[in-house]
């Protein structure tokens, strides 16, 4: 079955110094890859996508991931972190084979600080 | 708002009773999940469906838990003989699917379930 990890439980990181979220995965076929924010009291929120094509996404809110294949990993970044990027981030997985159920890891809390 | 909604946002019950939540999907959308999520926790699947039909059930989904999505269109979620470990926070997504394209799902803003 497929399955996420996100190793860091909390990033902190200085307004306007670039953030990375990190998120492996590991998956039967071809991945499908998610990320997703969540604010206090609000849904998740839908960032970016890797479905396939190029390795590097560009998302919502000036959000980027890269794909790499060999490493199975998604990791999340943004150049300039602003403090309202402060929130609860999650990345999530479907299974080419498996295409029904969007597994989600547990979350990285990102704080930025002024 | 023409996103995910869900009914209602908070719900408090006393361990051993029934609780019914509802999501209305975004409208054209054929494809309907909940998930539960805990604290600190990342949201768990418990099940699917493709318009009407319920495709999928995680087996997190015990037999106390029902889900029906009649015509397709919103979708509700029974809880019978609560448990204190039913308190979590139930969300509801949607997306549409079609030609085999993979697209993201919208959330709803949950069902937060304390269960006392």
């Known amino acids: 079955a497929q399955s996420v990890a996100q190793p860091e439980d909390q990033v902190n990181v200085a307004e306007g110094n670039p953030l990375t979220v990190k998120c492996t995965y590991s998956v039967s076929g071809n991945p499908y890859l998610f990320w997703y924010v969540q604010y206090p009291n609000r849904g998740l929120q839908f960032l970016l996508k890797?479905?396939?094509?190029?390795?590097l996404v560009k998302g919502s809110y000036g959000f980027e991931a890269e794909f790499n294949k060999s490493q199975t990993s998604f990791h999340l970044k943004k150049p300039s972190a602003l403090v309202s990027d402060s929130a609860l981030y999650f990345c999530?997985?479907?299974?080419?084979?498996?295409?029904?159920?969007?597994?989600f890891g547990a979350g990285t809390r990102l704080t930025v600080k002024p | 708002d023409t996103g995910v909604s869900q009914d209602p946002r908070h719900k408090i019950t006393k361990r051993g009773q029934n609780v019914t939540f509802r999501c209305d999907p975004i409208?054209?959308?054929?494809?309907l999940y909940w998930y539960r999520q805990t604290l600190g926790q990342g949201p768990e699947f418990l099940t699917y469906f493709q318009n009407e039909a319920q495709l999928e059930k995680s087996r997190l989904l015990s037999d106390r838990f029902s889900a029906e999505r009649p015509k397709g269109s919103f979708s509700t979620l029974e809880i019978q003989r609560t448990e204190q470990g039913d308190s979590a926070m139930y969300l509801c997504?949607?997306?549409?699917?079609?030609?085999?394209?993979?697209?993201?799902?919208?959330f709803g803003q949950g069902t937060r379930l304390t269960v006392v």
């Open positions: 997504a949607s997306s549409l699917e079609a030609g085999g394209a993979v697209t993201e799902a919208f």
């Open positions: 890797y479905i396939t094509g190029d390795n």
């Open positions: 409208s054209e959308h054929n494809r």
């Open positions: 999530a997985v479907r299974d080419q084979y498996n295409n029904n159920d969007m597994r």
